[in-house]
């Protein structure tokens, strides 16, 4: 049997996981592809490999996807999400010096906005996060601003790879990040940080990461996509069952993926948190979402929710937003690969009319 090799660019984080099961558990060689993951530090660097062709797609913040293709990058790129890889998948860690200045019950968002507000009336707040067009920006938008999708006062963003990001405010450079797992929890770990909340406590369920494809290859290789397509679905409902999430975060812990310990990764895996340095555990088990159609679905009314929150800061109208997330998210890619296959699809808006086109 002869396979179709495909490049796929990712950032060491768990919501990589089905991308690996895919890989690791022979769901993509069942469909006659032999996946090549490359590990990159950055989405700066997940975006210009894929902008120019070094990969066909990528592990990929849905916000970026949306920024490249309408032209916020240094190299033009049309790019589709044609697959969710999860739901979710972030945590907010604060420096233990400003932890005990925040009123907070860990999850309880409503209480803590109304402190971190209290605060930025004092001083400015500067946050971590691993990107600009990032679901984490929009999270903390959304979160501190009442939804109403305008770029937030006194909050002072800075950017650094996720794994770096705790070593960042270790060095007092920012008071508090939000991050994908498992780099919140790492922090927690080495005494640096103390954990506020998930994002699941803000919205609990934020399409974090897609399957970003220059629509050029896409166009070019539909039925190899339309097959990664299946393994990736086959993957998430494996990395979905919490009977195999300490095999996932072995699997995860290798020095080709994270690299760091199985035990870590597996808190967010299995939404239970070490959140500070006592070992106290809060549960919230929706931390990460991997599996099955209700997730992996490229919902074009989630892709309007990016774009409401996210253009104001964008510097774009909605109108020109919306127009781009009708031809990023491709719920019709993802229906065509998985039609023969019995998946139920979910019920969703993806209406083109809602987008103005």
Known sequence: MSFTRVDIGFVPLTDAATLIVAHEMGFAAEEGLELALHKEVSWSNIRDKVSMGIYPMAHMLSPLALA?????????????????????????????????????????????????????????????????QSMHRELINFWLSDG?????????????????????MGAGEIDAFMVGEPWGSLAVERGDAQMLLCGASIWNAAPEKVLGVHSEWAEKNADTLHRLIRSLFRASLWAGERANASSLAELLAKPDYIGISAEIIERALIGELIVDQKGQTRINADVVKLSGASVTYPSRSGALWICDQAAPGWGVSRFEAHKAAAKVFRPDIYRAALESSGVEFPETSDSLEIFGV
């Open 148 to 168: 109403i999708g305008e770029p937030l006062q006194n909050v002072e963003f800075s950017v650094a790879p996720p794994s770096m990001l705790g070593r960042v």
């Open 68 to 132: 490249m293709s309408l032209g916020l990058s240094p190299v033009p790129a049309h790019i589709i999400a044609p697959f969710v890889l999860n739901h979710n998948g972030n945590t907010m860690v604060t420096s233990r010096a400003l932890f005990a200045r925040l009123q907070n019950d860990f999850g309880d968002a409503a209480t803590l906005k109304e402190s971190v507000r209290h605060m930025l009336k004092e001083r400015p707040l500067r946050i971590g996060i691993p990107y600009p």
